[in-house]
């Protein structure tokens, strides 16, 4: 392997003037038998050079079935991680080790481990936007796409264990009944969105339908005409009839939206903070096609899982699938 120079956490390296990025990251991963994964979340030029574009159960899904020797995940960091958990024997790299996730961060293994401990007795549901070290403590992973048919594939007295985001917790809680135990985390960009801006928008735009994350606080949900995850907020705002929306999630989403509708308007939902028109997650935003194209070149900066929690981790990421596949998801 070269020598390179990965400073603050990517292949710190000039990348040659007037190169055309795309041209040469194409090259590079025919050379190499690589696949690039992106996420909804990523800036429009990273999607539109992927392989393959989802959310969190698309992409853990397809990292399962390639038969490709290197995957390279623009996303964050726990989904390099997963895609590393189930496919131990290829090479998994990510464009810039630092893209990791306010939600995961906010559930410390050690903490939670802890949690556990306080509370026995529980079936543990994570949330895939946790480290491996945390799925490592659970029963089953959930992503917001599966979460609720998941929570429904238990007897209806189990006493559960859901984290680590409340406000998907919640919502779930809200849908099925249930009355689960949740983590107090949450995710820095769903927390944002301002109740105020977006009911100005909805004056704006009587016409918009608003779509949410469940991620989003109860606030917003309460004024959604959809609540979904990222893939399932794509495919009503393609199937509806309506022609103007407002989203309230990541706004890297609104790429795949508007070129699925060209036809359509899609209105990010804005945060509170004022100098701001869209929400962005700054970690999705590190990853960039000139990192992209180091992370090719030079192949890394790799993902590592330690192999005993490997281990244990891979468990309730196959029990998510095997489930997801069943319920037909």
């Not at 949410?212 to 995850?229: F, M, R, T």
């Not at 999630?249 to 903070?273: C, R, V, W, Y």
């Amino acid at each position: 392997m070269i020598d390179v120079n990965i400073d603050k956490g990517f292949v710190n390296l000039p990348v040659p003037e007037n190169i055309d990025l795309k041209k040469e990251i194409d090259r590079l991963k025919k050379e190499k038998n690589a696949v690039i994964l992106a996420h909804y979340y990523q800036s429009g030029d990273l999607q539109d050079i992927a392989d393959f574009v989802g959310d969190s159960l698309a992409l853990a899904q397809w990292a399962a079935r390639t038969d490709a020797d290197i995957l390279v995940m623009c996303g964050v960091h726990f989904m390099g991680e997963t895609a590393k958990i189930l496919c131990p024997d290829k090479k998994v790299l990510v464009p810039d080790m630092n893209a990791g996730c306010s939600l995961a961060d906010s559930c410390n293994a050690d903490d939670f481990a802890l949690f556990l401990k306080e509370n026995p007795g529980y079936t543990v549901i994570s949330y895939v936007n946790t480290s491996a070290a945390v799925k490592a403590l659970t029963d089953v992973v959930v992503t917001s796409t599966n979460a609720r048919q998941i929570v429904e594939s238990f007897p209806a007295d189990e006493k559960i264990i859901f984290g680590p985001d409340r406000n998907l917790g919640n919502y779930i809680n809200s849908v099925t009944g249930r009355n689960m135990k949740l983590w107090n985390g949450a995710c820095h960009v769903h927390e944002q969105f301002s109740v105020e801006k977006i009911v100005e928008l909805k004056k704006k735009y009587p016409d918009a339908l608003l779509l949410a994350h469940p991620e989003c606080k109860n606030v917003i949900l309460a004024l959604a005409d959809k609540i979904g995850s990222t893939a399932a907020l794509l495919k009503f705002s393609t199937q509806s009839d309506a022609k103007r929306f407002i989203v309230a999630t990541e706004s890297g989403i609104l790429h795949e939206m508007q070129k699925q509708n060209p036809d359509k308007t899609f209105i990010p939902a804005p945060p509170n903070d004022s100098t701001c028109a869209c929400n962005e997650c700054n970690f999705m935003r590190l990853n960039t096609m000139e990192k992209l194209y180091n992370c090719l070149k030079y192949e890394q900066p790799e993902i590592n899982v330690d192999a005993e929690i490997a281990k244990k981790a891979i468990l309730p990421i196959r029990r998510m699938l095997d489930i997801s596949a069943k319920l037909g998801l």
